[in-house]
């Protein structure tokens, strides 16, 4: 009988081991949280730079904490701020309808953690730049926060922006490129920054024709409020950028409809392409939030470019 026993005990611990090797062999194991986050909106902070900084956070239904999600950050423009963003853009309500977390960073200003906060994107805008602020230590740590409270999809991590929130955006994409997979510019001129890495990073632009704020085709703003003496480059400019570093092809294709002209560059490395969205006689708007351009929606075709476009380089790794 005490044979039998052992025999028994002994075919118990070998099936255990097996159990353990056959669950290491599928990879990483699911994320387990700290905390369970419930779906809603939360009012949220870090510290960053020895500064407070603040953001709201959006958690869709459908999020389980079990599953990896993407990730959208959208910064809102110079003298706005987060709450702004959530009504101007509806990307929560995309957020609900697609299953991404959405999250809205406020910048910095001098007055108050909600008024005139802008960017510090290198070359523009007020108290940010002025005051020479950490903006891309400030969302590095927040994609680093939110990774070690929820389960996001680091495959799947977007930024999007309007006006000085675009300028940021460009500038993160190029500091970043290692975490971001896609951004989305709208009505926001680029700087010139060193490229952290060769990681390509897929881009979709919107601009309208007629933007007094930031000009399409470039130069002195004809509206500018804040950082006076700035020179935008064109819009072209950043085209051309993002289809050299990504090798995309530089023959294009044109869809037009209506006012919406919209030109793809395709080919890139990791399947990563350019979009330009030209608004003809557009202003300085967000897409789809004013008369001109209610039937175009800039808040879908971002999701629709962003859920079309991970990093490549990431899931590769994960599967490797």
Same mark, same amino acid.
């Given at each position: 009988?005490?044979?039998?026993?052992?025999?028994?005990?002994?075919?118990?611990?070998?099936?255990?081991?097996?159990?353990?090797?056959?669950?290491?062999?599928?990879?990483?194991?699911?994320?387990?949280?700290?905390?369970?986050?419930?779906?809603?909106?939360?009012?949220?902070?870090?510290?960053?730079?020895?500064?407070?900084?603040?953001?709201?956070?959006?958690?869709?239904?459908?999020?389980?904490?079990?599953?990896?999600?993407?990730?959208?950050?959208?910064?809102?423009?110079?003298?706005?701020?987060?709450?702004?963003?959530?009504?101007?853009?509806?990307?929560?309500?995309?957020?609900?309808?697609?299953?991404?977390?959405?999250?809205?960073?406020?910048?910095?200003?001098?007055?108050?953690?909600?008024?005139?906060?802008?960017?510090?994107?290198?070359?523009?805008?007020?108290?940010?730049?002025?005051?020479?602020?950490?903006?891309?230590?400030?969302?590095?740590?927040?994609?680093?926060? !939110?990774?070690? +409270? /929820?389960?996001?999809?680091? $495959?799947? &991590?977007?930024?999007?922006?309007? *006006?000085? =929130?675009?300028?940021?955006?460009?500038? !993160?994409?190029? +500091? /970043?490129?290692?975490?971001? $997979?896609? &951004?989305?510019?709208?009505?926001? *001129?680029? =700087?010139?920054?060193?490229?952290?890495?060769?990681?390509?990073?897929?881009?979709?632009?919107?601009?309208?024709?007629?933007?007094?704020?930031?000009?399409?085709?470039?130069?002195?703003?004809?509206?500018?409020?804040?950082?006076?003496?700035?020179?935008?480059?064109?819009?072209?400019?950043?085209?051309?950028?993002?289809?050299?570093?990504?090798?995309?092809?530089?023959?294009?294709?044109?869809?037009?409809?209506?006012?919406?002209?919209?030109?793809?560059?395709?080919?890139?490395?990791?399947?990563?392409?350019?979009?330009?969205?030209?608004?003809?006689?557009?202003?300085?708007?967000?897409?789809?939030?004013?008369?001109?351009?209610?039937?175009?929606?800039?808040?879908?075709?971002?999701?629709?470019?962003?859920?079309?476009?991970?990093?490549?380089?990431?899931?590769?790794?994960?599967?490797?």
């Amino acid at each position: 009988m005490k044979i039998v026993a052992l025999k028994r005990i002994l075919a118990l611990v070998c099936t255990c081991v097996l159990v353990v090797i056959l669950l290491s062999s599928c990879g990483p194991s699911p994320f387990t949280p700290s905390s369970v986050v419930k779906p809603g909106d939360y009012n949220e902070s870090l510290i960053s730079g020895n500064r407070t900084r603040n953001y709201i956070l959006h958690v869709p239904p459908a999020y389980d904490g079990m599953h990896a999600t993407p990730l959208v950050l959208v910064l809102h423009g110079a003298g706005g701020n987060a709450a702004k963003m959530v009504t101007a853009t509806g990307m929560s309500e995309k957020a609900d309808e697609a299953g991404f977390i959405g999250v809205y960073p406020n910048g910095t200003g001098g007055i108050s953690d909600t008024a005139l906060l802008t960017w510090n994107c290198g070359f523009c805008c007020g108290y940010a730049l002025d005051n020479n602020v950490d903006d891309v230590g400030f969302i590095r740590s927040l994609i680093e926060k !939110l990774e070690g +409270e /929820l389960s996001i999809d680091t $495959a799947r &991590i977007f930024i999007t922006g309007m *006006s000085n =929130g675009a300028m940021m955006t460009y500038r !993160l994409a190029c +500091e /970043l490129t290692d975490i971001v $997979a896609a &951004i989305a510019p709208v009505s926001g *001129s680029m =700087g010139e920054w060193e490229i952290a890495s060769s990681s390509p990073v897929s881009v979709i632009i919107f601009h309208g024709t007629a933007d007094p704020v930031v000009l399409y085709n470039g130069g002195a703003p004809e509206v500018s409020p804040l950082t006076p003496g700035r020179v935008d480059k064109p819009v072209s400019y950043a085209v051309n950028f993002w289809v050299v570093h990504n090798g995309c092809s530089t023959a294009y294709t044109r869809v037009t409809n209506g006012i919406l002209v919209k030109d793809t560059y395709s080919g890139g490395r990791d399947g990563t392409e350019v979009i330009l969205n030209t608004i003809t006689g557009g202003g300085h708007v967000w897409p789809g939030d004013d008369i001109l351009t209610r039937n175009i929606s800039a808040t879908d075709l971002i999701w629709q470019f962003f859920a079309a476009h991970p990093k490549q380089a990431v899931i590769n790794a994960i599967s490797a």
